[in-house]
């Protein structure tokens, strides 16, 4: 499904401890995460925010964690099962085609791609398949690398989203990214 794929092994910096110091995953989440929730997590990688955001919905709740790169997700299952949260997450592989999440039909209550976007060969199948997977008035939070990701770039990938029935509810501060809140209109 990417065309600008990160590597595995570029999977491990990224879930280094230290990224929690400018990328604090309870302090982004907090406003918008609560007990019992589903949360989507789309380019999951090796779990750097699937394992918080598992914490934060609780026994009662999922995280379902979406991934094109098999051993990335392999990576997030064993830190899942040490950490104790392997019962609130579900792993899934997207295919070239398709997020695979057509199961989770308006099941999600937020979504998450963080560092993903920039990587999809189709940004507007991402958004129908997301806008889908989101219960009415779901959230999305779509963060890209300012490094890696343009200002401009950033605002056409909004643009997007919004033509495929988003609204714009915000846009949170987190370092080193350009950020919005999307919401699915009810």
């Known amino acids: 499904m990417a ?8 999977g491990y910096f990224l879930a280094c401890p230290i990224r929690k110091m400018f990328q604090n995953p309870e302090k982004i989440f907090s406003p918008h995460i609560r007990k019992g929730m589903t ?8 779990g750097f925010f699937s394992l918080p955001l598992a914490r934060m919905v609780g026994a ?6 979406s991934d094109i790169q098999e051993n990335m997700l ?15 997450i579900v792993t899934r592989v997207c295919h070239k085609d398709s997020f ?20 999809l060969p189709d940004i507007p199948l991402f958004f129908s398949e997301v806008y889908e997977t989101l219960k009415p008035a779901g959230r999305l939070l779509i963060a890209e690398p300012k490094g890696h990701v343009s200002g401009k770039e950033f605002e056409i990938t909004v643009s997007v989203a919004l033509q495929k029935g988003f ?5 949170p501060r987190i370092a080193y990214s350009h950020a919005v809140i999307l919401e699915k209109e009810i």
């Open 60 to 65: 009662e709740g999922k995280v379902i964690s």
């Open 100 to 119: 695979n999440l057509h199961d989770f039909k308006e099941q999600a209550d937020f979504a998450l791609a963080f560092a993903v976007v920039h990587e």
């Open 167 to 171: 609204k714009s509810a915000g846009r």
């Open 74 to 88: 392999l990576s997030l299952e064993k830190r899942a099962e040490k950490a104790g949260l392997a019962d609130r």
């Open 39 to 46: 949360v989507l997590d789309i380019g999951c990688a090796m």
């Open 3 to 10: 065309h600008r794929l990160c590597p595995v092994w570029i």
